[in-house]
Structure formats: C-alpha cells, structure tokens
C-alpha cells in the first residue's frame, strides 16, 4: 500500500533520507518555537526510522506526530492512510515562512501593545484614571477565558504583569475608594489565576502562597463568592498534592462560611470535597458531597463569576467529570459509571464549546481509561487515552499528569499488561509523566 504520506514525500523529492531529515529537523524546530516546547527543537528520527514510515512498517510516535501533522498539514490516519487515486492538492509547509513571518508580525504587535499599556499606566501621575482601570479589566477577561484553553506559555508572561500593575496601583495611593474596591477585586482574580498557574507548574508552595493572596484581596474587595473561590481553589492545589485531608478541610471551609452563595462556585466546593473524600477512601462523605452538589446545581443562580467564565464558572459537564472521578478514586462501578464516564468525555470533545477545556477533557479521558482497564478493555482504554498522550508538552500540567499517573498504575495491575499494546502504552506513558505520584493520589482497584 502506497500511504498518503510517501506520496507527500515523494512530490517534495525528499526520498532521501538526507533530504528528508534535515527538512524534518527544521520543522520540529519552528514548531517548538511556536509552542514553546524545547524539547522538540532537537528531534530528529534516525534515517531507519523514516525508512519504516516510508514503507508503512512503523508509526510515529507522539512527537513526530505533532511534527508530521504540521508540516504536511494532514492528520497521522490520513497520512499513514491509502494515499487517495486523485491528486493531492499540495499543502502549504505550516510552519514555513509565511507562518513564520507572521509569527515575527505577531510578536511586534505584542510588544507594542506592552509598551502602550506601559505608557497608559505611566501617564495617568495624579490620580488613577479609567483608562487604567479599563486596561486591567479587559486583562482580567482575556486571562480567564484563555486560561483553560491555551497552553500557560501563552499566557503566563502577561498573567504576571497584570498582577504586578494591579498590585502597584494599589499601593501607588492614587486610586478612590471605589476604584480601590475594584482594584483588589482584579487583584484577586489575578492573584487566583497566578496560584493555579503555579499549581499547574508544580509548585505548590507558590501556589499556596499566591491563593493567600487572593484571599487577602477578596476580603478587601467584600466579594464572598471570591473568598469561597479562593477556599476552592486550595482545595484543588491540596486534592492534586494527595493531600486528601487539606483538600476536605478547604472545601468545606469554604462552604460553611459562605453558605447563601447561588452562583456555580456553590456547587464547585461539595464537587471538590467529594474528589477529596474519595482520595482519602471515605466512601460515606464522597456520596454525601455528591449529593449536596447535585442539591446545589437545582438552586443555582448564575453570578458575576459565572459571567467571567473560564475556570471562574462550573457547569453541569465539569460536574460530571468530577462525579465520575470520585467513583473511579473509590474503585467503585455502578450501571451508570461507565456510560457516565463516556458522556464526560463526549462533552469535551467540542473546543468551541463555551465550557470545554484541554485539562477537563484530558482527566475525563483519563477516568475513562482507567474504568475500561478494569474491565480488561485495552483497546478502548487506548483509544480513550490517545488525545492525552498526544497534548503537546505546554499543556501537560500538573493535574494532566498525575491523572496519566493513574492510568498508569492501573495498567500496571491489569491481566492485559504483558501484551504488546499494553507495553507500548506503558512507555509512553512513561515518557508523559515519568515520576510516580503520591500513594494516595492513586485510583483504588475494584
């Protein structure tokens, strides 16, 4: 069979490996350039290695993937398919010059918004005026709706500045009352974006402290359905930490205190406490923290959080996911876990949907993994998990990790763990997250 990509590399009259090679090599490097991934800038298959793609004895693995599908510009089915009987319409190289110039173009108009902002903060010298405050608003919104989206190397230089303008203009004295309140308002959403930043990082203890921060600025600005996002919040940083007692504490903390809230942030805390509880094996308090959240969601009213979006809101599809990782945590499986699990999935497979996001997308996926292994699914659990294995490094934070963990440590304990396709999802995901997480942190065998 002559594959779509043979014909590809044929029409460039890269047949040989010394053409094709160095080609290769350049695109992986303008690829880790735009994604921000280093560790692609030095990827380059042995000449072996593109001999067995060529006659279609071999796939790629995940990162020559991502490298192959951007530079032909067709997905690795369709390039490792039968080539089609009609002609190809020639791809334009993504990453070629043309992107490449604007790219270039992108990253001037970036500086130059940074300068603008720069001199808009700078010339407002007696008193605070809009424009400034306006500024921040309109940052505060970009981030978060950004934030579940994009890989945080895209975000996370401006995440930092904004957090450094909004903490200097409030201590800068040239800010009204009013203004005042609205900046530590901005402040803490910063300050709450910038702690899951760390989180996703993986480091807790800036995490930690950047949420105090929050809490110390939600207070100032009197809004209690902050101060309760920002109890969630620690909440999550503990949960992922296999700090299941901490996660609990938080989670219920935060709902004690505030317990006339409506907006989705109400349902968010019992969700993050039934994860904690099952963490910890309490069986009892998950289903009790599941029942209240699903008390919660027929109460709720949306508020100026749910507005803002992003991780600031929590839908009914989140909601579900979680729910069905307090199952899989507890090792439990009921008639509807499964078909619950694949619904979770099949409500983050849409990115232009207004809820979706890749780490949501990336656990539910996992959750569903790890219940299709203990059914001695290999396949599907395979099948489930490709999409996770296949993110691109920026986006595999913290809680995509230690979810592949998971997986992980399920496949070591499954009767189909010596057959070839188990052993090869065993490397990768070896190669995805190659530390082991917490004991606690780890799913519970039915």
């Not at 109400?266 to 069986?283: F, H, T, Y």
Request: charged share 25%; glycine share 6%.
């Amino acid at each position: 069979m002559t594959t779509l990509f043979r014909r590809l590399v044929d029409e460039r009259e890269l047949r040989d490996p010394r053409a094709f090679l160095p080609r290769f090599a350049e695109q992986a490097r303008q690829l880790a350039q735009r994604d921000g991934d280093v560790r692609l800038a030095g990827l380059e298959p042995a000449a072996s290695t593109f001999e067995a793609w060529y006659y279609g004895q071999r796939l790629p693995n995940r990162d020559a993937r991502r490298v192959l599908v951007a530079w032909l510009g067709h997905s690795i089915d369709k390039l490792f398919g039968p080539a089609p009987q009609t002609a190809v319409t020639p791809q334009d190289d993504a990453l070629d010059s043309g992107n490449a110039d604007l790219h270039d173009m992108r990253k001037g108009a970036a500086m130059a918004a940074r300068r603008a902002r720069d001199f808009a903060l700078g010339t407002e010298q007696g008193q605070l005026g809009d424009e400034t405050l306006g500024y921040l608003q309109d940052e505060v919104r970009r981030i978060t709706a950004e934030y579940p989206r994009k890989p945080l190397s895209a975000l996370f230089d401006d995440l930092v500045a904004a957090q450094e303008d909004a903490f200097r203009l409030i201590e800068g004295g040239r800010a009204r009352p009013s203004q005042l309140q609205q900046l530590y308002l901005l402040s803490t959403l910063l300050s709450w974006h910038m702690a899951k930043a760390c989180h996703d990082l993986g480091d807790g203890s800036s995490a930690m402290m950047h949420a105090r921060a929050a809490g110390v600025s939600a207070e100032k600005a009197e809004h209690p359905a902050l101060e309760a996002m920002v109890h969630g919040l620690k909440s999550l940083i503990a949960y992922w930490s296999g700090y299941s007692a901490d996660a609990i504490f938080h989670a219920r903390r935060g709902a004690a205190e505030h317990p006339h809230l409506r907006g989705t942030v109400s349902v968010w805390l019992p969700s993050l406490e039934a994860r904690a509880a099952a963490l910890a094996g309490d069986a009892a308090a998950a289903a009790a923290a599941v029942d209240q959240a699903a008390r919660r969601r027929d109460a709720v009213e949306p508020d100026d959080l749910d507005e803002l979006g992003g991780l600031l809101t929590f839908p009914v599809e989140k909601q579900l996911y979680y729910q069905v990782e307090t199952d899989v945590l507890l090792g439990q499986r009921t008639e509807s876990t499964v078909p619950d699990a694949e619904r979770a999935v099949q409500a983050f497979t849409d990115p232009t949907a207004p809820h979706w996001a890749f780490g949501d997308e990336a656990g539910a996926r996992c959750n569903l993994a790890t219940l299709r292994l203990h059914a001695d699914e290999l396949d599907g659990a395979a099948d489930a998990l490709r999409p996770v294995l296949d993110l691109p490094r920026a986006q595999r934070n913290r809680g995509i990790v230690i979810s592949a963990q998971r997986v992980h440590h399920t496949l070591t304990r499954s009767p189909a763990r010596s057959a070839l396709l188990a052993r090869d999802l065993g490397e990768e995901l070896t190669q995805f997250a190659p530390a082991a997480p917490p004991a606690l942190a780890l799913p519970r065998r039915p």
